[in-house]
């Protein structure tokens, strides 16, 4: 499980921060993992 942590108050998260996230779990994952969203700011990967 993953989750993004923000400094400031702003809601929602970037959606260009969630993409650069979501990019950087995919690209760390073997070709079998999956990745999922498990929340509005949380990641699952099924290894």
């Known amino acids: 499980m ?3 942590l923000r400094r400031d108050d702003t809601w929602p998260t970037p ?3 969630l993409d650069a996230t979501t990019r950087l779990v995919a690209a760390s994952l073997r070709g ?3 990745i999922g969203r ?3 700011m949380e990641f699952a990967v099924l290894v």
Do not use: E, I, K, N
């Open 2 to 4: 993953v989750g993004l």
């Open 15 to 17: 959606t260009s921060a």
């Open 32 to 34: 079998d993992d999956r």
């Open 38 to 40: 498990s929340g509005p």
